[in-house]
Antibody, heavy 115, light 107 residues
Framework: EVQLVESGGGLIQPGRSLRLSCAAS????????MHWVRQAPGKGLEWVSG????????HYADSVKGRFTVSRDNAENSLYLQMSSLRTEDTALYYC????????WGQGTLVTVSS | DIQMTQSPSTLSASVGDRVIITCRASQSIGYWLAWYQQKPGQTPKLLIYKASSLENGVPSRFSGSGSGTEFSLTISSLQPDDCATYYCQQYNSYLQTFGQGTRVEIE
């Protein structure tokens, strides 16, 4: 069974940095691209970033480009999102999502950016 | 980037009604479209993948169709448990995008 467990969220001041992690299990991690998707309180779903199976190509939404960096460690079956220069509008539940024919989602980790 | 236009934004129907939600892509995405159901406080639940494949455990009253740029999610007989917000997602490209969501209510 595919399992994706996010961690690293919390309350952080604007302008600071935070690193999210996603631990994957139940599938061959390095066979799949991975993504981060977020959902601000009361809002819809927003794709944030994606990374190919080997980390060779990374993509970002315009809203986070230049501030967020996605990475992965295939030896550790882990996905990461380094978030810097955080803004109040980055407040959201961040989901780790497995690519492929059948997408799979974690339960999310909440990031609150507030002074 | 591929834009996804989902309609309607809100839908009110009676128990037993047939309900259709549509999603239009700004360019062809083949059949790389998924539908999700989200209830308040819950993670989005995958209903349909590859436009028309029913995820394991999802009731057969849910079905998906379409390809290219036009897609639809049909609930054949609306049930009270179907009250939720539904999203489409294109995953044809690494820059994935979602529809704005459709809130389904029971009259």
């Amino acid at each position: 069974e595919v399992q994706l467990v996010e961690s690293g969220g919390g309350l952080i001041q604007p302008g600071r940095s935070l690193r999210l992690s996603c631990a994957a299990s139940g599938f061959t991690f390095d066979d799949f691209a991975m993504h981060w998707v977020r959902q601000a309180p009361g809002k819809g779903l927003e794709w944030v970033s994606g990374i190919t199976w080997n980390g060779g190509t990374r993509h970002y939404a315009d809203s986070v480009k230049g501030r967020f960096t996605v990475s992965r460690d295939n030896a550790e079956n882990s996905l990461y999102l380094q978030m810097s220069s955080l803004r109040t509008e980055d407040t959201a539940l961040y989901y780790c999502v497995k690519d492929g024919d059948v997408p799979a989602w974690g339960q999310g980790t909440l990031v609150t950016v507030s002074s | 980037d591929i834009q996804m236009t989902q309609s309607p934004s809100t839908l009110s129907a009676s128990v037993g009604d047939r309900v259709i939600i549509t999603c239009r892509a700004s360019q062809s995405i083949g059949y790389w479209l998924a539908w999700y159901q989200q209830k308040p406080g819950q993670t989005p639940k995958l209903l349909i993948y590859k436009a028309s494949s029913l995820e394991n455990g999802v009731p057969s009253r849910f079905s998906g169709s379409g390809s290219g740029t036009e897609f639809s999610l049909t609930i054949s007989s609306l049930q009270p448990d179907d009250c939720a917000t539904y999203y489409c997602q294109q995953y044809n490209s690494y820059l994935q995008t979602f529809g704005q969501g459709t809130r389904v209510e029971i009259e």
